[in-house]
Every structure is written in C-alpha cells, then in structure tokens.
C-alpha cells in the first residue's frame, strides 16, 4: 500500500507569495497527479508527471522518483488559489490521495 | 466537448436500501474510475473500468460494485446501505487509465444515508 504524506496540511498566506506544496509517497509509481478541489466538491486535475518539471501559468510541478517526492509551487499567489490541492501517486493498484492541502490566499 | 457528467447530484437514502450512481465519461475515453471522498477518510478509490472490464478495485467491501457498459458510461451500486456510506462519489474518466493519462472529475453525487 503506497503511504501518502503531504504537508503542510493548511496554509495561509498572502496574496503575492511563492507557495510550496510537498508530497511524499513510499512505493514507486508509474505518475503522480496534483489535483484542485475547490468549496463544492469540483475537482480539477492540475498536473500529471512521471518525471522532471512541468508549469502551467503560475503552477509549477516537480517530481524526484528516485526520492518518492513531489512539490506543487504556486508563484504570485491570487485569493481564487484558494482550494484544497491534492497529491495522488498512481500505481499498478490505481491512484492513492494525500490528505490535502487546504490554501487560503488573504488579499 | 461536454465533461464528465453523473447523475443523481444529490440523493438522500435510508439505512439498509441499495443505491445506484450514473457517470458518463467524456466522449472517445475508455477508463471511468470511482473514488469516495469523506471528512475522515478523504478521497479513496473505489474501482476503475476500462472496455467493460473491472481494471482495479480498492480496499471496499463486496457491498460496493460496479459496472461499465459497451458505450463506456458506467454506474456503480451500494447494496445494504449504512450510516457511513454517506460521502462524495465522484467519477473520472480517461483515454485509457489513471496512472498514465489525465483524469477528468465529474461534479460527483452526494449520498446522504439516513
């Protein structure tokens, strides 16, 4: 069973700031997902990676696979980044979820 | 090109009744997977269907199942419903499975159990 560990679990922060969401998972993965869940429910997937670095505007993802980590950066952080953000490796049994990160951006 | 839908939104049941919920995958995506999001659990897998076929299932009782149609659109079902079954039952499809492609989330049903 692949053990999650995501910290920090809250964070609260400035409008503007660099934010940084780690992940750490214990069995090797074919990927690993960051997911977006806003007040609601809706769910909405950020990056998928199996290596390397990928950025989609202000979202920046990493992952190490040999060091089972994963951080999901946030630069220039606005109020509507507000919403739990979600790690999930994925593996031959499916994908496993981290606890969240529940982010509020003050203004 | 239309998301990921499911269908009830909503659905309030009584303790010891079965329940089944609708997911319709995006159009051309093959794998639909099932995850329960609880306060105290969080998100948890439930199974994954791909052409028909259970792919993968998680660690849920036999009270849990499911099924994908020809069409790919797939439902799963509750039988003997209990107080803890009340949760988020969300679906997300994908070109051809979880660990390797992007999954796209439906808005989820919300299950209350009475």
């Known amino acids: 069973k692949n053990e999650v560990e995501q910290s920090p679990q809250n964070l609260t922060a400035q409008e503007g700031e660099f934010i940084t969401i780690n992940c750490s998972y214990s069995?090797?993965?074919?990927?690993l997902h960051w997911l977006q869940q806003h007040p609601g429910g809706g769910i909405v997937s950020l990056f998928m990676?199996?290596?390397g670095k990928k950025k989609h505007g202000r979202l920046i993802a990493t992952i190490n696979i040999q060091e089972k980590h994963s951080s999901l950066h946030i630069t220039a952080s606005h109020p509507r980044d507000s919403a739990v953000y979600i790690c999930?490796?994925?593996?031959?049994?499916?994908?496993?979820f981290g606890k969240g990160t529940h982010l509020i951006i003050q203004p | 090109k239309a998301g990921v839908t499911q269908t009830p939104r909503y659905l309030i049941k009584t303790r010891g009744q079965q329940v089944t919920l609708s997911c319709s995958p995006i159009?051309?995506?093959?794998?639909v997977s099932w995850y329960q999001q609880t306060p105290g659990q969080g998100l948890q897998f439930l199974f994954e269907?791909?052409?028909?076929?259970?792919?993968n299932k998680g660690n849920f009782p036999g009270r849990f199942s499911g099924r994908q149609f020809s069409n790919s659109r797939s439902e799963m079902n509750v039988s003997t419903l209990e107080l803890g079954d009340s949760a988020l039952y969300l679906c997300?499809?994908?070109?051809?499975?979880?660990?390797?492609?992007?999954?796209?989330f439906g808005p989820g049903t919300r299950l209350t159990v009475t």
């Open positions: 997300a499809s994908s070109w051809t499975g979880s660990q390797a492609y992007e999954q796209y």
């Open positions: 069995v090797g993965i074919s990927a």
């Open positions: 990676l199996s290596s």
């Open positions: 999930a490796p994925g593996g031959a049994d499916g994908l496993t």
């Open positions: 159009s051309g995506h093959r794998s």
């Open positions: 269907y791909f052409s028909e076929t259970q792919r």
